[in-house]
């Protein structure tokens, strides 16, 4: 077995902004998390002795005797290893470090052990959100906004893009609820959501006319989910929103409202060769496209594939799932159709009913 469906929701989970510091470089404010952060991550997601670094190169580059002061610039490579039940996971990165000191050994060793602690962040990054990837999204949709505490809320910040800033909640509102309008896929609608519910669950608890605003809001937010659900134009022609290539046209179950919970079923997929590389064992992975998303609800049990540790991941950090599979050219949708299929005949052959339930 790869990692646990544990290991993996905490992959996949958001980076809270607790943990994203700002500092400015040439004008530019650039987003990053801490070293200790990243590593802490590690240690709780993989477990302390799960995984490890080792430096494969590590060179000066740069120094300077500016006087009193001693410079250095390192750049230095970093592989990491994480090992998921059978198989290791193996990722590297590489990362620059320089180093201000009054000796020369300090500047080396801060700038060596700086190169060091870059390069292990940008290995770490490819693992996802909560090492840092949701901040190479522009629009950060991967990073968990908190609601603002306590006192008077005295302007509203719109995440769509570039942030934008209202001196009032009207403002804010009738923003927002144009940006959901314009939502080219259900997709991207989540997502924009998912950036802005802090500030309109702030909406809803301030006084005046915010709880009318924000109960406006979620009304207009189900609408436009239900009107993507239901229209006919996202994928009839048989391809995605952003006009890509053909797909199975079973893609049209993404209106069927059932979900079926199996853990049979998703034991007979994970035990399927990995669809991308053919790699054993595998997970099974739900494709998020093939229904309406609901409140903490994946998709049912039978919109399943499989596949392995490192493309289960490379998919879910992906911001396109329709145009990850026609990248990789597959059809996952007859293929999880033709598992489920086949997965019913095993039970009706004596096997019960696979403990199957519907979840809704």
């Known amino acids: 077995m790869a990692f646990t469906d544990t290991q993996t929701r905490q992959l996949k989970a958001k980076l809270d902004e607790k943990h994203v510091k700002t500092r400015k470089v040439d004008g ?37 005797n500016g006087g009193s002061r001693f410079q250095a610039v390192y750049v230095a490579k970093v592989r990491i290893r994480v090992r ?28 060596l052990k700086s190169a060091e602690t870059d390069a292990t962040k940008r290995a770490l990054t490819t693992f996802g959100n909560p090492f840092g990837l949701a901040l190479y999204d522009a629009e950060q949709s991967g990073v968990r906004r908190r609601a603002p505490q306590g006192g008077e809320v005295t302007s509203w910040t719109l995440y769509a893009g570039a942030e934008k800033t209202f001196a009032s909640p009207s403002d804010f509102a009738h923003a927002l609820k144009s940006e959901l309008t314009q939502a080219p896929d259900i997709e991207r609608l989540f997502a924009l959501w998912e950036r802005n519910v802090a500030a309109v669950r702030s909406l809803h608890r301030s006084g005046k006319s915010g709880p009318h605003l924000a109960k406006d809001l979620v009304e207009h937010f189900k609408a436009c989910a239900r009107s993507h659900a239901k ?130």
């Open 84 to 111: 998921a039940g059978d198989i290791t996971i193996t990722r590297d990165g590489s990362g620059t470090g320089e180093g201000t000191a009054p000796t020369v050994g300090q500047a080396h060793d801060i700038a």
């Open 231 to 360: 229209s006919p134009e996202t994928f009839t022609d048989g391809s995605d929103a952003s006009g890509g290539a053909k797909i199975d046209k079973s893609v049209l179950a993404i209106g069927e409202p059932k979900r079926f919970r199996s853990k049979e079923h998703l034991r007979y997929v994970a035990s399927q060769p990995c669809l991308v590389c053919g790699r054993t064992p595998a997970h099974a992975h739900h494709l998020r496209f093939a229904q309406p998303k609901g409140l903490a609800l994946k998709v049912s049990d039978e919109f399943t594939v499989p596949l392995c540790a490192t493309h289960h991941s490379e998919n879910h950090t992906t911001g396109n799932e329709l145009k990850w599979w026609q990248d990789h050219k597959i059809e996952p949708l007859s293929i999880a159709q033709r598992l489920w299929q086949e997965f019913r005949k095993l039970n009706r052959k004596g096997l019960g009913n696979g403990g199957v339930t519907e979840a809704n």
């Open 28 to 64: 530019t404010t650039l987003h990053y998390v801490e070293g200790w952060h990243a590593i802490a991550e590690a240690n709780r997601i993989f477990g302390y002795d799960a995984w490890d670094r080792r430096t494969l190169s590590a060179r000066c580059v740069w120094a300077s």
